[in-house]
């Protein structure tokens, strides 16, 4: 058995507001497994953010552990983490957080500018099928096509790991359908482990791994051996 890429230990998350105390998360254990495409599942406030943003050394756990690889990311100070995120995570949001002044290759050469091995913008592009708008501006992208951009973005530095929140929350169901093909085909291509979160259950179909959160808590998780294209999703 090959070491898991995360291993998550009685973590913890409190968030304190005043005298009020959230607890956000509650003693979570779970594995991730190099490769892997694996789906969070569960309500708004189930902590399933509060968990993609630890994983990402976007925030860090109130108590308990997160090691990556050997990396033990708890114990990380900040231009640890920094490094961690610039060197080996890429992250996609709801919203697309592109530079409106910028076109489609000029955005994710950003990214490539800063990285130590980075794809071609041009390539990150054709891997989520957007070569044909490589010199259109956001504005002049459909909302998926503006995703597949953030995507691409996230990718060019050719991350192990790619988070993703909601990245279909704000479109239609075609268009989800297109995105949802796009980091497929990242996670088949690339190899790069890829978490999803998202609130639509239809989505679980596809994954490798489904963890189902609430109230802070992982209440099940299931291993997939059957696993459906985007295409054939029913939401």
């Known amino acids: ?18 005298e009020v105390e959230v607890h956000a998360l509650r003693q979570v254990n779970l594995a991730l ?30 108590s308990g552990q997160v090691l990556y690889r050997d990396t033990d990311l708890t114990e990380a100070d ?12 890429g992250f996609v949001f709801q919203f697309y957080n592109l530079i409106p002044s910028l076109t489609a290759v000029e955005n994710v050469a950003l990214v490539t500018e800063i990285s130590t091995s980075p794809m071609q913008p041009e390539d990150a592009l054709r891997l989520v099928k957007l070569e044909a708008r490589l ?3 956001p504005a002049q992208l459909s909302g998926g096509e503006q995703q597949r951009v953030a995507i691409a973005r996230a990718i060019a530095k050719r991350p192990s790991v790619l988070l993703c929140d909601e990245p279909t929350g704000a479109l239609d169901i075609s268009t989800g359908i297109v995105v949802l093909e796009a980091l497929q085909r990242v996670n088949a291509e690339l ?12 989505i679980a179909s596809m994954a490798d791994r489904v963890v189902r959160l609430a109230d802070g808590r992982v209440t099940s998780v299931e291993n997939r051996t059957e696993k459906v294209s985007p295409q054939e999703l029913e939401w």
């Open 135 to 137: 010199d259109h501006f």
């Open 33 to 62: 497994d190099q490769g892997q495409f694996v789906v969070l599942l569960g309500p708004s406030g189930s902590g399933k953010s509060t968990l993609l943003n630890i994983i990402g050394g976007l925030d860090v756990p109130t």
């Open 191 to 202: 190899g790069t482990t890829t978490v999803v979160i998202t609130h639509n259950a239809a």
């Open 1 to 18: 058995m090959s070491t898991p890429l995360f291993q998550i230990r009685d973590l913890a998350k409190v968030y304190r507001m005043g």
């Open 78 to 89: 900040e231009g640890a983490l920094t490094a961690y995120r610039r060197q080996h995570v």
